[in-house]
């Protein structure tokens, strides 16, 4: 079975306007990972013996980890009956700016979104992984079968890309600014 998205005019203004509300999310997340991370990896003697050293193991010990999920989006028909829900399930605070509900799920937990995009897929939840190049990272799921759902699309806060796995899962690839265009 082959499926097929295109995105509309107004959804593409509506993920532009997701990535201004959602960078700082992202990129707390991000931070948030890092921070947790350094804080579980590292003793307290390789934290003195690292001022001394010229390599620094949490650079090395990084190439071992894989990338983070640092964002997530529900989609949905009825926007505002989805948002009292998960607001009343979870606590979630949801803030709605413009066509999405900006999520912020508590103390250790990343951010995420509702949206209706008035178009098929109509419900799905999928996760956004921060790479550090979309190319090469939508040509290494092709290689191992899965496809390009939605083509790079540049954001105020990098470039975002969907794509699908064999099973036909939605994942959301996504390069920051700070990682080079390639």
């Not at 107004?10 to 990535?19: D, E, K, N, R």
């Not at 949206?115 to 098929?120: D, W």
């Not at 109509?122 to 899965?146: I, M, R, S, W």
Request: net charge positive.
């Amino acid at each position: 079975m082959k499926t097929h998205y295109t995105l509309k005019t107004g959804t593409l203004i509506h993920l532009i306007l997701f990535a201004l509300a959602a960078g700082a999310g992202i990129l707390f997340a991000t931070q948030k990972t890092v921070f947790s991370w350094t804080a579980t990896t590292i003793s307290a003697k390789e934290q003195v013996g690292a001022a001394a050293e010229p390599t620094n193991s949490l650079q090395q010990e990084k190439k071992k980890m894989g990338r983070p999920v640092v964002h997530f989006e529900i989609g949905c028909r009825d926007q505002a009956k989805t948002n009292e829900f998960y607001s009343k399930l979870f606590d979630w605070q949801i803030q709605q700016l413009g066509p999405a509900g900006f999520i912020t799920t508590g103390e250790g937990g990343i951010p995420g979104h509702t949206t209706s995009l008035g178009h098929e897929p109509h419900n799905y939840v999928t996760v956004y992984v921060q790479v550090d190049d979309l190319k090469a990272y939508l040509e290494k799921a092709a290689a191992l079968g899965g496809k390009m759902l939605v083509p790079p699309v540049e954001i105020p806060t990098g470039r975002f890309a969907w794509m699908a796995d064999p099973e036909g899962n939605i994942i959301g690839l996504m390069q920051p600014k700070s990682a080079p265009a390639k």
